[in-house]
C-alpha cells in the first residue's frame, strides 16, 4: 500500500511529546511490513538544523490554494527516516520560521495556528498531487492535520485519487481539539454549509477535531482503555456524540514503542548499559543521575523519575502539593524534568532548594537527559489526569525503572498493578488524583522497595520483558488501512 503520513511532529527530526515518537516509529514499522510511506512535516525554524541529516530540496516553489481565491507559496524539503521512509517538509517562513511549533516562549497558543495548520494540510495534500504520489491511505494526526480528512472530501482533486484514497485520523489527544474564532473558514476553504454543529461548529466557533471526525474514513486513538473512555464521554471533551456515530469506525489501538531508541542494552545516551541478566550499569545510571540532579549521592536512597510536559493533563499540580511531604517523610528521592506551563516550571525550579539532596530539577527540554531519568531512576511516577496511551512508562518498563501512574488510558493498560501476595506485576497504580493518593502510593513503593526487595526484583524482570513494539499495533493499522 502507498501510505501518506500528514502530522506536525516526527522524532527524530522534531519532537515536543509522543506524536513525534509515535509518528516517526509508525511509519517505520509499516515501511518494514513493505508499505510505501512518505511523512510530511512542516519546516520549522527550530527543527532539523541541528540534526545531523541531510536534507535537499525538492520543489523550489508549491502555489497553495486556499478559500477566498488566496494564494500561497511554499517550497518542499525532503529526507530520509532510516532506510526506507522519506520525509517531505514544507517551508513557509511565514508560519513555521519562528520559535517554538505551537506556542511562543510563554507558552501563549500562537494567535495563527488555525490559518498555519490549515495551511500546512491543504499544502501537504497539494504536495502528493504534484508528485504524483497516488496514495491509498491518508493518515492524519491530532487536530493540527485533521482538516486533512476535510479537504480530502470537500475539494475538487481531479485526477489525483486523493479524494478516492481512504483517510484515517488518529486521535494522540483530545484535550487539544483546535478551537478557533469561526472567521478562519473562508480562509480555510471550507463553505459554510460545513459549519454545523456535526461537523465544524462548535458554540460558534470552529472546532478542527471534529471536523475531521466527521469526514475522516477512520478514526482511532492511542491504546483501548482511552478509546472506551471518550467513548464514555467521561475523558472526551465533549467529542463523545461524534466518536459513537463513527461506531466501529472508531478504534483504540496501543501505540507501540521503538526499541532501537530505547533500550538500556544498547541505549548511547547513559553512561553504562544493562539488561535483565546483567543489571549492574543501572547503579552507575543511578549514580550519574544522583549527580546530575544534585541529589545525595548514595545508591541504597531509591529515585522516583519524572519527564513530562508540565501540563494539566499531567497532574503534575497535585504532585507539587505533596512532593515535599514525601520527602520530609519517607527515604525517597526525586528527579524531575519538564517544561510547560510557568507555574509548575517555577515551582519545580523552585523546591530543589527547599529540600536539598532529595528533590532535584531541570527545567527544559533534553532528549539526553530524559534517557538518564529513565534509565537511573527506580521508579517512574505519571499521575496523569487523563493519559491516552503514554510512552514514558512504556520506557520506564524496558528500563527496569517501575511505574507509578494513575489507573488511566494507556497507563491502565500498559502497566500491571503489583500483587504483595506474590510480587507480580510491573507497576503501581491507584484511582483517584489526590495528594493522599499520590503519597499513599508512593508510600508503598518505597515500603516494598526496603522490605520485600525480592519482589521488586521480580516486578523488574517482569516489567523488562514486556514487549510493546509495534508488531503487532502496526499490524492493527494495517488492518483498519484496509477495512
Ligand atoms: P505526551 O505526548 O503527552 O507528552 P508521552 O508519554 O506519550 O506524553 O510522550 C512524551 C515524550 O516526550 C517522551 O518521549 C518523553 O521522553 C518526551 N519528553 C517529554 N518532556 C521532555 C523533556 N523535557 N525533555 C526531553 N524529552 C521529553
Ligand atoms: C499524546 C498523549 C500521549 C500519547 C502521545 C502519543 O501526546 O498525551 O498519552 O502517548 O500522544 O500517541
Redesign the pocket.
Known amino acids: 500500500m502507498k501510505i501518506a503520513f500528514i502530522a506536525s511532529e516526527c522524532y527524530p527530526l522534531v519532537k515536543t511529546?509522543?506524536?513525534a515518537?509515535?509518528v516517526g516509529s509508525l511509519s517505520q514499522a509499516l515501511a518494514t511490513l513493505g508499505h510505501e510511506v512518505a511523512v510530511i512535516i512542516p519546516y520549522y525554524k527550530k527543527n532539523i538544523a541541528s540534526r545531523n541529516i541531510e536534507i535537499s530540496t525538492f520543489f523550489e516553489t508549491m502555489c497553495v490554494h486556499m478559500g477566498s481565491g488566496i494564494e500561497e507559496w511554499c517550497s518542499v524539503k525532503t529526507a530520509m527516516l532510516g532506510r526506507k521512509v522519506r520525509v517531505f517538509f514544507i517551508e513557509s517562513d511565514k508560519y513555521f520560521f519562528r520559535e517554538g511549533l505551537y506556542c511562543d516562549s510563554f507558552n501563549n497558543d500562537f494567535q495563527d495556528n488555525p490559518y498555519r495548520f490549515a495551511f500546512f494540510s491543504r499544502a501537504a495534500l497539494q504536495l502528493l498531487r504534484d508528485m504524483d504520489f497516488r496514495p491509498d491511505v491518508i493518515h492524519a494526526h491530532d487536530w493540527q492535520t485533521a482538516a486533512v480528512c476535510a479537504y480530502m472530501k470537500t475539494w475538487d482533486w481531479g485526477e489525483s485519487g486523493i479524494d478516492k484514497a481512504k483517510s484515517v485520523l488518529t486521535i494522540?489527544?483530545i484535550g487539544y481539539q483546535g478551537i478557533y474564532s469561526a472567521d478562519c473558514l473562508d480562509y480555510c476553504g471550507f463553505d459554510w454549509k460545513f459549519f454545523t454543529s456535526d461537523i465544524f461548529e462548535d458554540y460558534g466557533r470552529v472546532n478542527f477535531l471534529k471536523g475531521g471526525i466527521h469526514f475522516a474514513d477512520f478514526v482511532t486513538t492511542?491504546s483501548p482503555k482511552y478509546a472506551e473512555e471518550t467513548l464514555g464521554g467521561s475523558q472526551s471533551y465533549g467529542l463523545a456524540p461524534y466518536l459513537r456515530s463513527k461506531n466501529e469506525r472508531y478504534l483504540g489501538i496501543l501505540?507501540g514503542v521503538d526499541y532501537s531508541v530505547w533500550d538500556p542494552k544498547t541505549d548511547e545516551n547513559i553512561p553504562e548499559n544493562f539488561s535483565a541478566r546483567s543489571f549492574k550499569g543501572k547503579a552507575a545510571c543511578k549514580r550519574e543521575l544522583q549527580k546530575r540532579f544534585a541529589l545525595d549521592e548514595n545508591e541504597n536512597i531509591p529515585v522516583i523519575g519524572v519527564v513530562s510536559r508540565f501540563a494539566h493533563?499531567k497532574g503534575l499540580d497535585i504532585l507539587a502539593k505533596t512532593v515535599g511531604r514525601i520527602v520530609d517523610s519517607m527515604v525517597v528521592q526525586f528527579a524531575i524534568m519538564g517544561s510547560g506551563e510557568a507555574e509548575l516550571e517555577n515551582f519545580f525550579r523552585w523546591i530543589p532548594g527547599e529540600k536539598h539532596g532529595k528533590i532535584g530539577s531541570f527545567i527544559g527540554y533534553s532528549d539526553e537527559m530524559s534517557h538518564l531519568v529513565e534509565a537511573g531512576s527506580d521508579f517512574f511516577i505519571m499521575p496523569s489526569r487523563y493519559?491516552?496511551?503514554?510512552?514514558n512508562q512504556i520506557y520506564s518498563l524496558k528500563y527496569g525503572t517501575l511505574p507509578i501512574v494513575r489507573n488511566t488510558?494507556?497507563l491502565s493498560d500498559t502497566v500491571q498493578q503489583y500483587c504483595e501476595a506474590d510480587g507480580s506485576g510491573t507497576g503501581f497504580k491507584f484511582d483517584y488524583l489526590s495528594t493522599d493518593a499520590i503519597f499513599d502510593t508512593v508510600g508503598w513503593a518505597v515500603s516494598t522497595y526496603f522490605d520485600r526487595p525480592k519482589h521488586i526484583d521480580k516486578m523488574r524482570k517482569a516489567a523488562m520483558k514486556c514487549d510493546f513494539s509495534w508488531k503487532n499495533s502496526a499490524k492493527e493499522y494495517e488492518k483498519i488501512y484496509k477495512f
Open positions: 511529546g509522543g506524536l515518537d509515535v494522540h489527544n492511542v501505540n493533563q493519559e491516552p496511551c503514554g510512552l488510558g494507556g
